[in-house]
């Protein structure tokens, strides 16, 4: 069956389909004459004009009676009368659909709720299987940092820079062609190079430089971190190879015992 309502025009009942008027209803039942219609028509829209005027009525009457109200029961119950009014519904009626809208509402925030949980939980599975895969392709060398910081400073959330998985480990060769490195402007590539040859580096942090510790070649950076130029900030001169650095700016300390 065709989605629509039944309607009664003129002591006829009538079924006027979704997207459907009025009069090509009234003409597809073949309950009414060509001149019928357009009777029945100018007598509807004259009782809606008529009705539509004696809401308008009713609504500034009952706006004076809000402005005058002091409970708030009493102007919910008015204000509600109003938008009853407005719709050209019955209070009843109009508390009835009401009710059904936030049913729908609900249903329907519930329903996204559902699908959101799903998709995070697909994400999560998702990312837990390539975590997998990046931990049995990785280097012993970046695994054993990985592990490092895993225990000691592991990252929580999805949105920081940080290291999640063997994967997001950098040699210092491999950061010094990154075009996100030296943006600090306080340490560049020419003193990355110069380190490179050296195999040692200095590095700054706003934390006591332990395992896992979040560090950095800029000192700037290591400030800015702890609040601001001036700030104090820790200091360590290593090898290379004991940082898991991310970029030629920062990484995280991951000195692996031999």
């Given at each position: 069956m065709e989605d629509g309502v039944w309607r009664t025009v003129g002591g006829r009942r009538i079924f006027i389909?979704?997207?459907?008027?009025?009069?090509?209803?009234?003409?597809?039942?073949g309950k009414f004459e060509e001149k019928d219609v357009k009777t029945k028509l100018k007598k509807q829209f004259d009782k809606n004009k008529e009705k539509q005027s004696d809401n308008q009525e009713k609504i500034e009457k009952l706006e004076k009676e809000l402005e005058e109200a002091k409970g708030l029961l009493e102007r919910g119950k008015i204000r509600e009368k109003i938008e009853a009014l407005k719709e050209n519904k019955t209070v009843e009626q109009y508390r009835k659909d009401k009710e059904e809208k936030r049913i729908a509402t609900l249903k329907e925030r519930e329903e996204k709720e559902k699908q959101l949980k799903e998709q995070k939980i697909k994400e999560i599975e998702q990312r837990r299987k390539q975590l997998e895969e990046d931990i049995k392709n990785a280097p012993k060398e970046k695994l054993e940092q990985y592990e490092i910081i895993k225990e000691n400073n592991p990252m929580l959330d999805d949105y920081h820079v940080g290291i999640r998985s063997p994967k997001d480990i950098k040699s210092f060769n491999e950061v010094i062609n990154d075009d996100e490195s030296f943006s600090w402007g306080d340490f560049s590539k020419k003193d990355a190079e110069k380190a490179l040859q050296k195999g040692e580096i200095t590095i700054y942090s706003s934390y006591s430089i332990e395992q896992g510790t979040f560090v950095s070649t800029s000192k700037i950076q290591a400030e800015q971190y702890a609040g601001g130029e001036g700030k104090k900030v820790y200091t360590k001169t290593i090898p290379l190879k004991d940082v898991a650095w991310i970029n030629g700016d920062e990484g995280q300390y991951a000195k692996v015992k031999k």
């Open positions: 389909k979704d997207g459907q008027s009025l009069t090509d209803a009234m003409k597809n039942s």
